[in-house]
């Protein structure tokens, strides 16, 4: 049977001028629709856009003359979402019988297969958060900052190392494992205080260790207890914008005053909240999602992510930042443009990445998908185009065939679906 799984390619996929992922060549996107309704040519070079104009405007002179196009007629492009969420070392595992294998060789190679299928998707930027510490100590780890360094030039793929226990006795060693983690080259400091047997410890211990080494801080919590919600935000408040909280599912189960009461203590504090509306990845009860128009008209930075890909806590997710915006668009209320946002604008901005926007001057990482409009693209987002750094680096054509109605009396031929290239 064929192995129909992403595979990392034995060389960067080159782009069509053949030039390599440190030296992107220039490339010319013809014929694109933006969110705004115009149809334009974007022009990106050196990795980043070179210039926007209408259509045809944008014609190579006698110095762009080799100048490769890519025909975007039909498609919609967009700033490329981001992934601020996701479980690199435990992705792709659900079907494993027993537990979950920590063997370096099984956690690089899921990683790399997960953020292949997440960067199909259109995420060229992906947060892993990664166990440090216990049994495993900092194999994992080193798997996934591999799987990063093997995917450079495609997507990049930072670490976030979450030690269990922080306090006492025990947590001596999850300290020390956690230092040594960010000199391995883990690039944020986290983890779960909710799990260890003093959680405002646990807070402080991750602060300490972020303020000593200069990183950002993303703690995973369900928010269950809003108060200890609201300490740990008014603790970490000090390192805004540095500050991620998420998922913070158990907030949709408040009484309406106190989830608002806390929303308020969260925008105060100027933490970002991370939100997962394909479901929580903690435990596999853990469905709910935060109420994010409450979050947001509380003045709450609040970006989504996809979190768990087809691990024991989700094992159908499928990591995928458009279907994220489109939960919140359908099933939290917001605009296609706002749902759109939190995945791409403020998930870059929970990663301390430049914002992109298609306009000239600004990081050539796009994502075009087939659609007239955002509602289209969110509901039907088949066909893609991903654009990192101002190289394609995948492609996903979809195209649906119908067979002839018996009524018909024509012949076998299927009528394809869309206009355009596929």
């Known amino acids: ?3 129909n799984r992403p595979q990392p390619p034995s060389r960067p996929w080159s782009s069509p001028s053949g030039s390599s992922p440190g030296d992107p060549a220039p490339l010319l996107l013809c014929g694109a629709r933006l969110t705004d309704g115009r149809t334009v040519d974007v022009r990106l070079g050196g990795g980043r856009i070179e210039a926007v104009g209408t259509a045809g405007s944008l014609a190579p002179d006698a110095t762009r003359a080799c100048v490769p196009r890519l025909d975007l ?3 919609l492009l967009l700033p490329a979402p981001a992934e601020p969420h996701a479980h690199a070392d435990t992705a792709l595992s659900a079907d494993e019988p027993g537990p979950v294998s920590d063997d370096p060789q ?3 190679r899921r990683a790399t297969e997960a953020a292949l299928l997440q960067l199909g998707h259109g995420a060229t930027a992906l947060r892993a958060h990664v166990r440090v510490g216990d049994m495993a100590g900092l194999g994992a780890l080193k798997a996934v900052l591999r799987a990063g360094r093997s995917l450079r030039g495609l997507a990049e793929l930072t670490t976030v190392a979450m030690p269990r226990v922080l306090t006492g006795v025990a947590g001596a060693d999850g ?3 956690l230092r040594d983690a960010v000199k391995m080259g883990a690039s944020v400091v986290g983890g779960c205080p909710d799990l260890d047997p003093d959680p405002a410890g646990y807070v402080e211990a991750v602060l300490e260790v972020a303020s000593e080494h200069g ?7 369900d928010a269950a207890d809003p108060a200890r919600l609201a300490r740990f935000a008014a603790m970490a408040g000090g390192l805004r914008p540095g500050v991620t909280l998420g998922p ?3 907030l949709s189960a408040l009484p309406a005053e106190l989830a608002a009461r806390t929303a308020d ?4 504090a100027g933490v970002t909240v991370v939100c997962l509306p394909q479901g929580c990845c903690g435990a596999a009860e853990n469905r709910g999602a935060a109420p994010v128009r409450l979050l947001r008209s509380a003045g709450v930075r609040v970006a989504a992510g996809s979190g768990a890909l087809r691990d024991v806590s989700n094992p159908v997710g499928r990591g995928d930042p458009l279907e994220a915006a489109y939960l919140l668009a359908s099933c939290q209320g917001l605009s296609p443009e706002d749902a759109y946002a939190s995945v791409s604008t403020a998930a870059r901005a929970a990663m301390g990445l430049p914002e992109v926007r298609v306009e000239a001057g600004f990081p050539a990482d796009l994502l075009a998908v087939r659609g007239d409009g955002l509602p289209a693209a969110l509901s039907l987002a088949y066909s893609r185009v991903v654009v990192h750094r101002g190289r394609v680096v995948a492609r ?3 195209v649906r065939e119908y067979c002839d109605s018996a009524a018909s009396g024509t012949g076998p031929g299927l009528p394809r679906q869309g206009r355009g290239p596929a």
């Open 265 to 268: 203590r969260l925008a105060a």
């Open 73 to 75: 007629a039909g498609y």
């Open 248 to 250: 913070c599912g158990a």
């Open 106 to 108: 099984d956690v690089q």
């Open 1 to 3: 049977m064929p192995d």
């Open 215 to 221: 990183c950002p801080v993303d703690l995973h919590t």
């Open 175 to 177: 300290l020390a494992v």
């Open 396 to 398: 996903t054509s979809a």
